[in-house]
């Protein structure tokens, strides 16, 4: 039988606030276990939570930008479930009152645009962690509460989600707008972005939802995309049995690249959810929204769109600049100074990009300025130096930092343009290589194409290639 | 008059003009601790030499004509499910044996900054949860007018050495009576203010959205003056209004001319003593002689307080204990295997079994399936209580009514009988749950020689005028002057 995989996703971003949800502590990521913690994160008895109005805002941001419906009342609860990383054994988060609902997000595959529902956008707080003991037979745990408190902010998807490209595509976008909104760094490796999946199949043209299974543990995008893969075959398999999928939630190992049985649907927990009582409701008023709606800089996708438009970039070049707000950024800035689009974004994707990958450098803290490399592009324009020495000039750029005006003056590597110099260069060349002029005379057209090399070398590739190729043909058919 | 006797405003008095020493006054109340805490076991800590430092260093700023605080010399005792820094705060639960908060109370802080001395730790029912200060898992407290009989709870503690002068005055907590009650049964005054009036940053949370901080004194001016030094804004609690704090002595006698009393009938029914029904009305004689107006009213939804209280407290301490769970501080038990069994046996060792029943009950009341038909009900329910007061105070400027159905019961009398126990708040609980405030003030005595105690609730914020309604009757009877006797010869000076 054929099947129709339905997916949705569940998103937990930290927020990248200074402080924690509901005390001062500091939220920096690897430091030492148990430094960045208080009464108030730790759960004493007797100490209050008072809310961060900065990772509220945040989380506003984000569903704003999701274009949710905002609840102009909304507050917290408490999600009651036992786990030594919980220092109060309940989560303060939301559930009655959502501070988002009801938005989407537009996604694009293969160049198609398709609206993902979002169920809801709300606000809670990060749990500590479990550090396991490596030495054999121990028979304790650690717990670390630095990140217990952090500002998390939920995402849910509707199941809207029909393929894995869906998926990636989503994640992608969503990775992008966080970042561009600036709430969240997104750094997996660091655990700020994490996704839960949720998958259930159906007959090929049913709308009926089959019975859905989530998955957890879900470290990195790969293992989303591999888990939803495995489970979607597995479920097919039980379904062409004629067995029925039961609800559990399943754990994905990576290693192993297999999901497991966690719990089932009856096994649930009771979170037992109910009005924090010791925070007040907050209420969203007109004005608030307003000033957060300002905040909100333009979209991934609609900057995309505007790039192909106004810079008539191609669709995979205009994705790869807006695939980092930095980046893009970095692009508009250097339009800005100089009007060439094209051969900027040529520089950006193929050498920028290129010297970040190989020099593992920070997009958001690049060594190099907009106004560097709209001179440089500049310069290669009027000539002054090849495309090929320009190479060169960038590489030393990135490296010390420095203007390439500078660079070139001081490596002498300018262009000689100068057509009495050439000459001179070219009557050497060609003195030294009198065969080489009689195999062209002959017809041996790339005989040339030799002599230019040879020229080249003896300027250290710096003679203009327009005039000495010119220079040549001239010299050679006389 | 005998110096213990004095109440905190004539000690401090005495303090600041050099007429005593801060440090003897401290020593002679310890020795009077020393010889009746046998009897009346209102304190699980006692803190001696801390005390006497502070009293030290008060008498020096006094000799040097320094400036001192409001309560300057004034010992003080606190319930010990406040927190103070370094000093054991144990909820009177073996969870918190031990349990040294690295912080202070808001509370505790401004006792300090206004120079009071922290004498020790009173006894309550564990975690505030019970009406007689018996489900302690360290000791029961007695009261100090017959020692047979409970001292109220759950700030028995707290109120049974200040009415036994083992403490001029004192902090409790009052979550549906627990401030209120005990001063009735112990003869003295208990104010437990406006929910959002006192910071509960430091306040073990037993019902986060009842629970208030409240004194124990021996006078409605002294209540006034600690009251002054603990109301105010706290950005650490989230739920304390910036409301400004009038000054409470500031024209306390301005009398009780043309006040409108309301008097629910929903109060005086079935199960009211009829010794406690003969003091108020006499009160109220006394009121209307004054020039107060009786207005006779109905708070319909009175009947349902007690089971709204009973679902919303216990679904709120359900969670609020959930913390203890010998993972970061307090009891873990010796031998678990694994974290389930760690969960289940620090708990159930260190937990006593009324603490138990609340939290089943709190946590069935807000499990899936039984929230709405609950938790959500009596959150409805409660809307309903309040708007009751709220219609009645358009017609009446305070209610007045008895703070305890019963003037007193025996130690074990009610112990074995939770719902009979959870009765004996009924005529406090509905003032938490609307979150207004209410006074207790000594009005009369039973045949068998125990207190009775008469409430007044007022509006939001209005602390102030139901002070002057409780100093009016005050200035009129002596009831907050009579002492026990107690049977434990006493050395004074
Ligand atoms: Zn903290």
Redo the contacts between chains.
Sequence with gaps: MEYEVVIGLETHAELSTVTKLFCGCSTQFGVEPNTQVC?VC??????????NRKAFEYALKLAVALSCEINRFTNFD?K?Y?Y?DL????QISQNYYNLGVNGYMNIEVNGNVKKIRIHNVHLEEEAGKLIHPEEIGADYSL?DFNRAGVPLLEIVSHPDMRNVDEVESYMQTLRKILLYTEVSDCKMQEGSLRFEASISLREKGSDKLGNRVEIKNLNSMKSVIKAIEYETVRQGRLLDKGATIARETRLWDEVAERSEHMRSKEDAQ?????PE????PVLIDEKWLHAIKDTIPELPLDRKQRFMEIFKLSDYDAGILIEEKALADFFEACVKILDRPKALSNWIINDLLREVKDRKLDIYNLPIKPQQLAALVEIIEKGTISSTIAKEVFSEMIQAGKAPQAIIEEKKLAQISDENLIELVINKVIANNPNVIEDYKKGKKNALAFLVGQAMKETKGKANPKVLNELLQKKVNT | MKLLESNSLQIKKKIVSRELHSTDIVRHLFERIKNLEPDIQAYITTTEEEALKKAIEIDKKIENNQQVGLLAGIPIAIKDNICTKNISTTCASKILKDFMPPYDAFVTKRLKEEDAIIIGKTNLDEFAMGSSTENSRYKITRNPWNVEYVPGGSSGGSAAAVAADMAFMALGSDTGGSVRQPAALCGIVGVKPTYGRVSRYGLVAFGSSLDQIGTLTKNVKDAAVLLQVIAGYDPRDSTSLQVPVPDYLDNINSGVNGLRIGIPNEYFTEGLHSDVNKAIKDALKIYEKLGANIVYLSLPHTEYAVAVYYIVANAEASSNLARYDGVRYGHRTNNARGIIDMYSRTRSEGFGSEVKRRIMLGNYALSSGYYDAYYLKASKVRTLIKNDFDNAFEKIDCIICPTSPVPGFKVGERANNPLQMYLSDIYTIPANLAGIPGISIPCGFSSDGLPIGMQILGKHFEEKRLLQIAYAFEQETDFHLKKPALRVPLRQR
């Design positions: 009464p730790l759960g004493m008895p007797g100490i209050l939570p008072v809310m408490r009651s036992y030594p220092p109060k054994n309940y717990v009771d979170y037992r959810y109910f009582p010791d925070l007040l």
